[in-house]
């Protein structure tokens, strides 16, 4: 089936897989490529329209990111948002410079409302703003359809060749009416029928994944977490038996994870799959002994986590295929969709496994959002707790324990964090929150209990809201909520007599505490 598809042009700007979520949100499948991706490319696909997103340069400098002028003249729908809108009237004769007063944050927009871009939009709408130039004078043949006070241009278009240009950010949430602005260029500009919806998403997916598959033999590596969780279901649904899941149990899981991976997905689970769970707990903590170093730390778990799965598929033998949860951010950010990008060091498994005997990867998620793989995830039947549980990294609590890892310090750590999740999901902020643990610092410090004088370690609570998980801000806890748990972690938690909260933002913090 030909799918309908927008495609985002990325100059590097910071939302731009913000804008491609939104467009999926209107129900849009859409696409990220480079500005360097060429013309006929482009034009191959079909798109139904094209969008440009901001970037971090000035469009009339030597050397600035540019795309062909001729993409403007394909007869598709274009739309520049803030660096995109600038390029579009540079490049079309409109003139471009240093605005004399540099715009930030919410700023009210008038707007045209008898745009096409601007049906059913307020005429004073508040917009967020991110610019250190702006169009001084729109291109030829263009008409302003939204200004502001320092602003004479925020927004032309000229709509017998279909091109618009927005200076502000439509993608950006403080854009109070920005979804209904993407959603008039999707649908009453470029006459999408918004047929991206996760049911037929994943139907179809387990109709060509069967027809990929036939008959062989398909290995999967299972941690629990999201990803791979709606990938082995999905992998189950299409081929049945001929799938093994194998979870490896590494000792540095979240209480009582192990066992619930293997509830659902064990051989007495809903799903029925050919589970094998390897219990390597001891090995992992032998290897981590005297390690303190947290990117040594990660990369001991990931190798040994690599020589576990090794093993088992050996005893397998030969297998057809081997499933990744890779998901779209993954996708654009090792290099492969747009231009931001990002270095990430955060692998679950370091790498390809290339001595699996198999003959093809199969990536049932390769196109999905995070969010859309937990749609995908709950209309594959997958319990809610499951596929709506906060991020986990691949080395777990390997770097939630500052310095060296133990079994003891594992517990601590587990207990600890249960207690906090109990306690949060009872004050009702599990889901307000975006992310929230416990971690065990290094820091061992006197405290007294009942007439005893304690010698202990010290317990760091964390939680932050994050839109994208690249910044992070603290998350504001009820300080009775605090309190409570600081009770009981002392109180149950053996080995541990102080309880600190995390204020660190991030930067200059990271999410994780290792
Ligand atoms: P940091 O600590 O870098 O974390 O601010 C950003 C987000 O990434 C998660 N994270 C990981 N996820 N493997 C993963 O799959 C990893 O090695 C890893 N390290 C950090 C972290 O939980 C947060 O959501």
């Given at each position: 089936m030909k799918r309908e598809k927008i495609l985002i042009i990325?100059?590097?700007?910071?939302?731009?897989?913000?804008?491609?979520?939104?467009?999926?949100?209107?129900n849009v499948y859409c696409e990220i490529y480079s500005y360097k991706t060429d013309l006929e490319k482009i034009r191959d696909m079909k798109p139904k329209?094209?969008?440009?997103?901001?970037?971090?340069?000035?469009?009339?400098?030597?050397?600035?990111a540019a795309c062909d002028p001729a993409l403007f003249e394909l007869g598709v729908p274009v739309l520049?948002?803030?660096?995109?809108?600038?390029?579009?009237?540079?490049?079309?004769?409109?003139?471009?410079?240093?605005?004399?007063?540099?715009?930030?944050?919410?700023?009210?927009?008038?707007?045209?409302?008898?745009?096409?871009?601007?049906?059913n939009v307020s005429e004073k709408t508040v917009c967020w703003m991110s610019h250190n130039d702006y169009i001084e004078t729109a291109a030829p043949g263009f008409q302003i359809i939204a200004h502001t006070p320092d602003c004479p241009v925020a927004a032309a278009q000229c709509e017998e060749r279909q091109l618009y240009a927005i200076q502000f950010h439509p993608e950006v949430l403080h854009t109070q009416e920005g979804t209904k602005m993407l959603s008039n260029f999707v649908y009453e500009i470029c006459g999408c029928a918004g047929d991206w919806k996760m049911d037929a998403f994943v139907e179809n997916s387990i109709r060509s994944i069967r027809e990929r598959v036939g008959k062989g033999?398909?290995?999967?590596?299972?941690?629990?977490?999201?990803d791979s969780s709606v990938a082995a279901v999905m992998m189950a649904k299409a081929v049945g038996d001929q799938l093994t899941c194998v979870f490896v149990d590494h000792g540095l899981l979240r209480k009582n994870e192990g066992d619930e991976v293997e509830e659902v997905f064990g051989p007495n689970g809903p799903y029925k799959l050919n589970f094998i769970r390897v219990n390597v707990q001891e090995r992992f903590y032998e290897k981590l002994k005297g390690v303190e170093e947290p990117e040594q730390k990660r990369k001991i778990i990931g190798e040994e986590f690599i020589r576990v799965f090794e093993e088992e598929a050996k005893k397998i033998g030969t297998v057809d295929f081997l499933v990744q949860g890779t998901i779209y951010p993954d996708v654009v950010e090792s290099g492969l969709g747009g231009e931001s990008a990002v270095i990430k060091s955060h692998h679950n498994v370091g790498g390809l496994p290339d001595y699996v005997d198999f003959k093809e990867i199969l990536e049932?998620?390769?196109?999905?959002?995070?969010d859309e793989v937990r749609r995908a995830g709950l209309e594959l039947g997958i319990p809610e707790k499951l596929v709506c549980r906060q991020p986990f990294p691949g080395p777990g609590l390997g770097i939630r324990i500052v310095g060296e890892v133990t079994a003891e310090k594992v517990r601590m750590v587990q207990d600890a964090d249960a207690i906090y999740r109990e306690e949060i999901a009872k004050a009702g902020l599990d889901k307000s929150i975006g992310q929230y643990f416990a971690a065990l610092t290094n820091m061992r410090s006197v405290g007294v209990m009942g007439d005893e004088r304690t010698y202990d370690y010290a317990v760091a609570l964390r939680a932050v809201n994050t839109i994208d998980f690249m910044t992070a801000e603290t998350?504001?806890?009820p300080f009775d909520v605090l309190v409570k748990v600081m009770n009981r972690v002392i109180n149950e938690v053996e080995g541990v007599n102080r309880v600190f909260y995390d204020l660190t933002s991030k930067p200059p913090g990271t999410i994780e505490f290792e």
């Amino acid at each position: 089936m030909k799918r309908e598809k927008i495609l985002i042009i990325d100059f590097g700007g910071q939302y731009n897989q913000l804008v491609a979520r939104r467009v999926r949100e209107c129900n849009v499948y859409c696409e990220i490529y480079s500005y360097k991706t060429d013309l006929e490319k482009i034009r191959d696909m079909k798109p139904k329209g094209i969008i440009l997103t901001g970037g971090p340069n000035s469009c009339y400098e030597e050397g600035a990111a540019a795309c062909d002028p001729a993409l403007f003249e394909l007869g598709v729908p274009v739309l520049g948002l803030c660096y995109g809108a600038q390029l579009m009237m540079h490049t079309l004769g409109g003139h471009v410079g240093k605005a004399p007063v540099r715009e930030y944050g919410k700023i009210e927009v008038t707007t045209d409302r008898s745009s096409k871009l601007f049906t059913n939009v307020s005429e004073k709408t508040v917009c967020w703003m991110s610019h250190n130039d702006y169009i001084e004078t729109a291109a030829p043949g263009f008409q302003i359809i939204a200004h502001t006070p320092d602003c004479p241009v925020a927004a032309a278009q000229c709509e017998e060749r279909q091109l618009y240009a927005i200076q502000f950010h439509p993608e950006v949430l403080h854009t109070q009416e920005g979804t209904k602005m993407l959603s008039n260029f999707v649908y009453e500009i470029c006459g999408c029928a918004g047929d991206w919806k996760m049911d037929a998403f994943v139907e179809n997916s387990i109709r060509s994944i069967r027809e990929r598959v036939g008959k062989g033999r398909v290995l999967c590596a299972l941690s629990g977490g999201v990803d791979s969780s709606v990938a082995a279901v999905m992998m189950a649904k299409a081929v049945g038996d001929q799938l093994t899941c194998v979870f490896v149990d590494h000792g540095l899981l979240r209480k009582n994870e192990g066992d619930e991976v293997e509830e659902v997905f064990g051989p007495n689970g809903p799903y029925k799959l050919n589970f094998i769970r390897v219990n390597v707990q001891e090995r992992f903590y032998e290897k981590l002994k005297g390690v303190e170093e947290p990117e040594q730390k990660r990369k001991i778990i990931g190798e040994e986590f690599i020589r576990v799965f090794e093993e088992e598929a050996k005893k397998i033998g030969t297998v057809d295929f081997l499933v990744q949860g890779t998901i779209y951010p993954d996708v654009v950010e090792s290099g492969l969709g747009g231009e931001s990008a990002v270095i990430k060091s955060h692998h679950n498994v370091g790498g390809l496994p290339d001595y699996v005997d198999f003959k093809e990867i199969l990536e049932p998620l390769r196109d999905l959002f995070k969010d859309e793989v937990r749609r995908a995830g709950l209309e594959l039947g997958i319990p809610e707790k499951l596929v709506c549980r906060q991020p986990f990294p691949g080395p777990g609590l390997g770097i939630r324990i500052v310095g060296e890892v133990t079994a003891e310090k594992v517990r601590m750590v587990q207990d600890a964090d249960a207690i906090y999740r109990e306690e949060i999901a009872k004050a009702g902020l599990d889901k307000s929150i975006g992310q929230y643990f416990a971690a065990l610092t290094n820091m061992r410090s006197v405290g007294v209990m009942g007439d005893e004088r304690t010698y202990d370690y010290a317990v760091a609570l964390r939680a932050v809201n994050t839109i994208d998980f690249m910044t992070a801000e603290t998350a504001e806890i009820p300080f009775d909520v605090l309190v409570k748990v600081m009770n009981r972690v002392i109180n149950e938690v053996e080995g541990v007599n102080r309880v600190f909260y995390d204020l660190t933002s991030k930067p200059p913090g990271t999410i994780e505490f290792e």
